[in-house]
T-cell receptor, first 113, second 112 residues
Framework: DAKTTQPPSMDCAEGRAANLPCNHS???????VYWYRQIHSQGPQYIIH???NNETNEMASLIITEDRKSSTLILPHATLRDTAVYYC??????????????FGGGTRLMVKP | NAGVMQNPRHLVRRRGQEARLRCSPM?????VYWYRQLPEEGLKFMVY????????ESGMPKERFSAEFPKEGPSILRIQQVVRGDSAAYFC??????????FGPGTRLTVT
């Protein structure tokens, strides 16, 4: 799986949009971008994933650049409960081989009142 | 639709004892994954199982650790002769074939 690079930490004001970047310059054509988050001491929570088109769900939006070498997770109106470590993971979808998730250091997002 | 269930949530074992961690996947999910998170560290993949089969155990320590996912019942992660370094949070995830993984709340193992 391709390696990802994320800033170690970010702050965001409550109610504002949180934009979390991720670089994945070695991504392959069949690799998807996945985002998970881990709120303190809890199990990781799936947020969203995409291949090349932008994606949106009830939790967040995922913007993937045209060359697919980077992406941004957007939480449109961050709340205090969004304080967590956010992980950007690149992997092939639907393959038994390498089906595991490889977690890097992630970005520790602190939402402040 | 209940999420991934893990029990116990907290487990205390003395050095040399055995630890058994259970994971019940979400309904309809036939794939189970185990991850370990050591204190102040990231999650590390341990093993990937389908019913009655181990698909990938590349992250499992070579000794004392084993996992199973029987035809009936939960997946079990078994740690024999626990040592202090086994103290960690153990997370189980499940998925339908080839799709996103959903995680349980974890089992926190403390070895005294």
């Amino acid at each position: 799986d391709a390696k990802t690079t994320q800033p170690p930490s970010m702050d965001c004001a409550e109610g504002r949009a949180a934009n979390l970047p991720c670089n994945h310059s070695t991504i392959s054509g069949n690799e998807y971008v996945y985002w998970y988050r881990q709120i303190h001491s809890q199990g990781p929570q799936y947020i969203i994933h995409g291949l090349k088109n932008n994606e949106t769900n009830e939790m967040a939006s995922l913007i993937i650049t045209e060359d697919r070498k980077s992406s941004t997770l957007i939480l449109p109106h961050a709340t205090l409960r969004d304080t967590a470590v956010y992980y950007c993971i690149v992997r092939v979808k639907g393959s038994n081989a390498g089906n595991m998730l490889t977690f890097g250091g992630g970005t520790r997002l602190m939402v402040k009142p | 639709n209940a999420g991934v269930m893990q029990n116990p949530r907290h487990l205390v074992r003395r050095r040399g004892q055995e630890a058994r961690l259970r994971c019940s996947p979400m309904k309809g999910h036939s794939h189970v994954y185990w991850y370990r998170q050591l204190p102040e560290e990231g999650l590390k993949f341990m093993v990937y199982l389908q019913k009655e089969n181990i698909i990938d155990e590349s992250g499992m320590p070579k000794e004392r650790f084993s996992a199973e996912f029987p035809k009936e019942g939960p997946s079990i992660l078994r740690i024999q002769q626990v040592v202090r370094g086994d103290s960690a949070a153990y997370f189980c995830a499940s998925s339908p074939p080839g799709n996103e993984q959903y995680f349980g709340p974890g089992t926190r193992l403390t070895v005294t």
